[in-house]
């Protein structure tokens, strides 16, 4: 395989049948019913037209890793509704800003970086074992994805800041949780779209700059978190205006809590599902539950260039779908693919390159890889000793937005 462009001799990727895109239009289901019926009847690399532009569906690990790891000069990211909530942060900047946002930011969340964040996310994963320690004491009901919502933000927010997650800010956060649960549905115009969200909009804003007033009054802190270094880089790259730090801080709100929360939600639902699994190892766990439900369900790129991939021929101005939901569910590659099995993790065995990316690949792969997962197995190790939890009417089915979350509240009390 090259990125460099080839003669239009090569054969084009297989394209599944227009009939079965106009079903899918009639059935008005969702994206992903497409998605798979193009993979089951064409294969890991797979074209549909669902407008003037093609698309490419990319399931298959070895075209997976030439899209993500390979070429993503060739397969870039565009701008996307999601920027109106986290602006130019390290999310949807692109180019030499990308790159120089990015390398700061690294730092924070690998090796060394990430020590420092040891002795928060145990103080938020007590927390919350607390509170459902009282929870196993009056046998109440409580939601448990509100419970994993609050977790990993009261985690994401004592590492951005140092400080833990206050009643008030918990409250006027949820307008990040209203913002990306309306973007599906969004007017197509910009403006409109903004202006629809624009409370929420303005409610995030306030809670940004109070944070960052907080942190420049306390930039001497012990302890200080994220947001003190994005502070102490504005000092001497001006591109660090009071606006792109933020836009980085929201950006870390919305990457950071919602997929752990989802995620950790979902471990419960399969819990419950296969009680069994209950004494499996905790990473073992995230990992099968992060194979089932991947934080970003569809990676979408945008060709820039003619390029070949598996030797077929991907031309310039074609919109590439990475989805990692179902390369995560092709029976070639995971055996009996809808089983929840821990153990595929804790047995020896070789993936190729591109068959587990719960967290993306390559250079844009999630940069908090290494805290989502010492924080759910932090709170997994608190929690599963509390005993099995009753759910009470749990929702079967999924939405599909930003993430893949269940499709209703997971209710539950202890046994």
């Known amino acids: 395989m090259t990125s460099t462009s080839q003669p239009r001799?090569?054969?084009?990727?297989?394209?599944?049948?227009?009939?079965?895109?106009?079903?899918?239009?009639?059935?008005?289901?969702?994206?992903v019913d497409l998605l798979a019926r193009a993979r089951r009847s064409v294969g890991g690399l797979a074209a549909f037209r669902l407008g003037p532009v093609p698309t490419v569906l990319v399931t298959d690990p070895a075209a997976v890793q030439h899209v993500l790891a390979r070429h993503p000069d060739t397969y870039v990211k565009r701008s996307h509704r999601a920027r109106m909530l986290v602006g130019d942060g390290v999310l949807s900047a692109t180019g030499d800003a990308w790159k120089r946002q990015r390398r700061l930011l690294q730092s924070q969340f690998t090796g060394t970086g990430m020590r420092r964040y040891e002795q928060r996310i145990a103080a938020a994963a007590r927390r919350t074992a607390s509170r459902w320690e009282g929870y196993r004491r009056t046998g109440e009901t409580f939601d448990v994805g509100e419970e994993m919502r609050r977790f990993a933000l009261d985690t994401v927010w004592r590492a951005l800041t140092g400080l833990p997650l206050d009643d008030h800010t918990d409250a006027e956060l949820r307008s990040v949780e209203r913002v990306v649960a309306a973007m599906p549905t969004l007017p197509g115009s910009v403006d409109e779209a903004r202006r629809t969200v624009e409370a929420d909009l303005a409610r995030i804003d306030a809670v940004a700059q109070a944070a960052i007033s907080t942190a420049r009054s306390s930039s001497t802190a012990s302890e200080p978190g994220v947001l003190h270094v994005l502070l102490d880089a504005s000092a001497q790259h001006p591109?660090?205006?009071?606006?792109?730090?933020?836009?980085?801080l929201v950006?870390?709100?919305?990457?950071?809590?919602?997929?752990?929360?989802?995620?950790?939600?979902?471990?419960?639902?399969?819990l419950d599902?296969?009680?069994?699994?209950?004494?499996?190892?905790p990473a073992a766990l995230v990992s099968e539950t992060l194979r089932l439900y991947p934080p970003a369900w569809l990676l979408?790129?945008?060709?820039v260039r003619d390029d070949t991939v598996e030797g077929h021929h991907i031309a310039a101005g074609t919109d590439v779908l990475v989805c990692p939901f179902l390369t995560h569910r092709d029976p070639d590659l995971w055996p009996d693919p809808e089983h929840f099995d821990p153990s595929r993790f804790t047995t020896p065995g070789r993936l190729p390159v591109g068959a587990y990316l719960p967290f993306g690949l390559g250079a844009r792969a999630c940069l908090g890889t290494q805290f989502a997962l010492r924080?759910?197995?932090?709170?997994l190790e608190l929690l599963l000793p509390l005993g099995p939890l009753t759910l009470h009417s749990p929702p079967q089915g999924c939405a599909y937005s930003?993430?893949?979350?269940?499709?209703?509240?997971?209710?539950?009390?202890?046994r």
């Open 9 to 31: 001799s090569l054969p084009a990727v297989p394209e599944l049948a227009s009939e079965a895109v106009e079903q899918w239009r009639t059935e008005e289901a969702e994206l």
């Open 239 to 248: 591109e660090y205006t009071d606006r792109l730090i933020r836009d980085e």
């Open 251 to 270: 950006t870390l709100l919305v990457a950071g809590h919602e997929t752990t929360a989802t995620t950790l939600t979902w471990l419960h639902l399969l």
């Open 273 to 281: 599902r296969d009680p069994a699994t209950r004494n499996a190892d």
């Open 300 to 303: 979408p790129r945008h060709a």
């Open 375 to 379: 924080e759910t197995t932090a709170l």
């Open 402 to 414: 930003i993430t893949v979350r269940p499709d209703g509240p997971v209710l539950a009390s202890f």
